[in-house]
């Protein structure tokens, strides 16, 4: 059972890339929250049909819910939330990419907040796998002119790194808060910690946006809910996303998870390359060739 994390890690990579093509035909038809909302508000009663599933189906237990658990659950919810909210702010800014290459800082930070929080060390090797990973996704996303010191340390001043970083920081906090909060239920099953922490956090999730679209932007409610045809695919896509992540980081460390997750990328250039025959330079190619060889090194730590 200790490989099992890989296939699902991968599937909740293919699932998260349906999930965001699916937001983006969302976004001409509501605002930015409205369209993050589709995908907690649509995936509650398919997280609710799981948890029913693994105890009335296979005869699971409901897990505990104590108050260390709703705490935790709280506070993945809300820094996923924030964490959301962070990296679009920083694709206003005139510095993007150098926002979104810091905001794949997460599997560091993830990394440090795991051993902080939760006291799990990563080995040598998952160190050199970690870095080698974010330094590929790096190259990937920053121009020629932002790869020096003195590029990165002119692009740290801006709005847009700080964003990017925290960012990362937030998403960061946010998987460690999901895994602590499953380990938290202390369940004998992996799968029915994770359905049940899902639950939680989808249904927590859907209060907090649905009271802030309510609150600020007026008629987005009903926009979301005029929108349920392909609102639902992002719900559906996006809760067996969450599914698979909360599963994965329930068996496995969150910074292995996560930076095999990002083999994300890894498909967005092959389908780049391979269907849309659109071309990449060479600090492109070196970028996704460090980055499959930091996965290959957390497969083989």
Known sequence: ???????????AALFQNVRTALQ?????????????FTRFVYGVPLALLYVLFLHRGLGMELPRTDLPFLLWVLLG???????????????????????????????????????????EGVTALGVAAIVLATFGVMLMVLDKGQLG???????????????????????????????????????DSFLMAAGWTLLASVL???????????????????????SWRLAGLVGITGVLGSACW???MTIQQVAYVRTLGMIELVFTFLVSTLVFRE?????????????????????NR
Do not use: C
Not at 2 to 9: F, G, H, V, Y
Not at 213 to 223: F, Y
Not at 284 to 296: H, Y
């Open 149 to 187: 010191v003195r590029g990165l340390l002119l692009g740290l001043k801006g709005r847009a790194a700080l964003l990017g970083l925290a960012s990362g920081g937030l998403f960061a906090i946010s998987s460690v808060s999901f895994r602590a909060a499953a380990l938290q239920t202390g369940h």
């Open 204 to 226: 927590l999730q859907t209060l907090l946006l649905g009271v802030w679209l309510s609150w600020r932007e007026d008629g987005e409610l009903t926009r979301v809910f005029a």
């Open 279 to 299: 071309r990449h330079s060479a600090r492109e190619t070196l970028g996704i060739l460090l980055l499959v060889g930091g996965i290959l090194l957390v497969l």
């Open 24 to 36: 983006k035909h969302l976004s001409g038809r509501l605002s930015t929250y409205g369209a993050t």
């Open 246 to 248: 909360f599963t994965a």
């Open 77 to 119: 919810g809300t820094s996923q939330i924030l964490a959301t909210a962070a990296l679009l702010a920083s694709f206003k800014q005139r510095n993007f990419a150098v926002g979104t290459a810091l905001s794949k800082s997460e599997v560091v930070q993830a990394a440090l907040f795991a051993l902080l929080f939760l006291g």
């Open 1 to 11: 059972m200790d490989w099992l994390w890989i296939p699902i890690t991968i599937a």
